[in-house]
């Protein structure tokens, strides 16, 4: 069974970047479609970014439209959000899931905080 590690989180000033990335050992990743959620304090979780195996993007949250990224190197196994102009309202853990025919399978999720 794939397991997604994410990795790449931390402490960010605001107009900041950072890259998280969403790892499996296992060669069947790349077959799967995979999202970013994030769960902000006090708040529910919310779909950022979305990505086919083929690598066709979707970015279903609308405050980060032009400044998120999703992408794959199914190479290496690895999904990637690229995040730019991060905004203290971006602070959330992040989490990976991968959607298997048997159901999403979730990462542990990393913690990105913005602040100054």
């Known amino acids: 069974q794939v397991q997604p590690v994410e990795s790449g989180g931390g402490l960010v000033q605001p107009g900041g970047s950072l890259r998280l990335s969403c790892a499996a050992s296992?060669?069947?990743?790349?077959?799967?479609?995979m999202d970013w959620y994030r769960r902000a304090p006090g708040k529910q979780r919310e779909l950022v970014a979305s990505?086919?195996?083929?690598?066709?993007?979707?970015y279903s949250a609308d405050s980060v439209k032009g400044r998120f990224t999703i992408s794959r190197d199914n190479a290496k196994n690895t999904v990637y959000l690229q995040m730019n102009s991060l905004k203290p309202e971006d602070t959330a853990v992040y989490y990976c899931?991968?959607?298997?025919?048997?159901?999403?399978?979730w990462g542990q999720g990393t913690q990105v905080t913005v602040s100054s």
């Open positions: 899931s991968a959607k298997t025919p048997f159901g999403p399978i």
């Open positions: 296992e060669s069947s990743f790349s077959i799967y479609d």
């Open positions: 990505i086919t195996s083929g690598g066709n993007t979707k």
